[in-house]
Nanobody, 116 residues
């Protein structure tokens, strides 16, 4: 059975830092990453890392967020620096399998609130 467990988040002042962590069990994910959903907005991709060395960042977080992947633990961390009020959202970790079928597995959301 697949389980994706996210942790971290909370409150931070503008300019502060937070770290999110996520571990997937039951699969060896090809890609792991984070989406976020702010109130009244659609869920948006923040960052992901594949099992190699490739990473992706949304333009809004480039230079401020860093994703790191631990393939041995099937885990991914998101270090968020220089936080802005616009980063306030519920963050969702996901693990993605590309084969034999493209499938996403989701963790529970974790709230990040940045106080400006």
């Amino acid at each position: 059975q697949v389980h994706v467990e996210a942790s971290g988040g909370g409150f931070a002042p503008a300019g502060g830092s937070l770290r999110l962590s996520c571990v997937a069990s039951g699969i060896m994910a090809d890609i792991m990453g984070w989406f976020r959903q702010a109130p009244g907005k659609q869920r948006a991709l923040v960052s992901f890392a594949n099992s190699g060395s490739s990473t992706y960042y949304a333009d809004s977080v480039k230079g401020r967020f860093t994703i790191s992947r631990d393939n041995a633990r099937n885990a991914v961390d998101l270090q968020m620096m220089n936080l802005e009020p616009g980063d306030t959202a519920v963050y969702y970790c996901y693990a993605r399998m590309l084969s034999p079928a493209n499938r996403y597995y989701w963790g529970q959301g974790t709230q990040v609130t940045v106080q400006g």
